[in-house]
């Protein structure tokens, strides 16, 4: 299970997520904090992002899961508590919409629509749940 890691790649991640004190990465077996390490990319030709197979796991004990997770560049366009709609691009160039459910902070959503920012969102089984950058 470890072929494919990238080391670098792994610490990049853990360092991202150790920001943002979220409740959602907290342990459920032991409390503890969790890292997400994205293993190798998933082929899918028709996704217009490259989702990878992704690991979450327990830095105190056993406990892991797998997931799916990719990021978009993007800005807010809509959002409310539970979904957030972000305008992107396809590989081809035109716009995207995309909606997720978010379990992002609602006051940092209030500001990137207002400033219409743009920046990298991460998505985890189809819920988006860090803004990196
Ligand atoms: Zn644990």
Redesign the pocket.
């Known amino acids: 299970m470890n072929k494919g890691y990238n080391k670098k790649d792994m610490e990049i991640l853990a360092g991202i997520w150790d920001k943002t004190g979220s409740n959602s990465m907290k342990?459920p077996?032991?409390?503890?904090k969790?890292v997400l390490i994205q293993v190798e990319p998933i082929n899918d030709a028709y996704n217009a992002y490259i989702p990878y197979d992704t690991i979450i796991e327990?830095t105190?004990?056993d406990?892991k899961i797998r997931a799916e997770s990719f990021t978009i560049l993007g800005s807010i366009k809509e959002f409310d508590t539970h979904n957030v709609e972000i305008g992107s691009w396809s590989p081809s160039g035109s716009r995207v919409l995309s909606k997720y459910e978010h379990v992002l902070d609602y006051e940092l959503l209030k500001n990137l629509k207002k400033s219409g920012e743009l920046v990298e969102f991460l998505i985890v089984n189809n819920q988006a749940i860090q803004v990196i950058g």
């Open positions: 342990c077996e032991c409390g503890g969790m327990c105190h004990c406990f």
